[in-house]
């Protein structure tokens, strides 16, 4: 059983920062990419950045220069600066994985976590 535990969600005020961090733990036998995903009431889940097995950084043009994602084994971590009302929204940790040596790689997501940004 795999999981995506996802922390780090809260209320912050315009121009303030929070960081995100998400856990993959259980039967997990290789990770490819990494990454954030966010969606907004009433919107398309959309995304905010990713980061590969091999260091390969990816950000939506919505939030470059204000996120930067790290990674190190299993977690992936989501640091976010100078926030705007319009990145308030649900952010999910998604991991694109292998379970055992004989399964394909698939994508699996965290819960969710939610991010306001205040005016």
């Known amino acids: 059983q795999v999981q995506l535990i996802e922390s780090g969600g809260g209320l912050v005020q315009a121009g303030g920062s929070l960081r995100l961090s998400c856990a993959a733990s259980?039967?997990?036998?290789?990770?490819?990419?990494m990454g954030w995903y966010r969606q907004a009431p009433g919107k398309q889940r959309e995304l905010v950045a990713t980061?590969?097995?091999?260091?390969t950084k990816n950000f939506s043009d919505s939030v470059k220069g204000r996120f930067t994602i790290g990674r190190a084994k299993n977690t992936v971590s989501l640091q976010m600066t100078s926030l705007k009302p319009e990145d308030t929204a649900v952010y999910y940790c998604?991991?694109?994985?292998?379970?055992?040596?004989?399964?394909?790689?698939?994508?699996?997501w965290g819960q969710g976590t939610q991010v306001t940004v205040s005016s």
């Open positions: 259980g039967n997990i036998f290789d990770i490819n990419d």
């Open positions: 998604n991991a694109d994985l292998s379970a055992t040596y004989f399964t394909g790689f698939a994508a699996y």
């Open positions: 980061v590969s097995r091999g260091g």
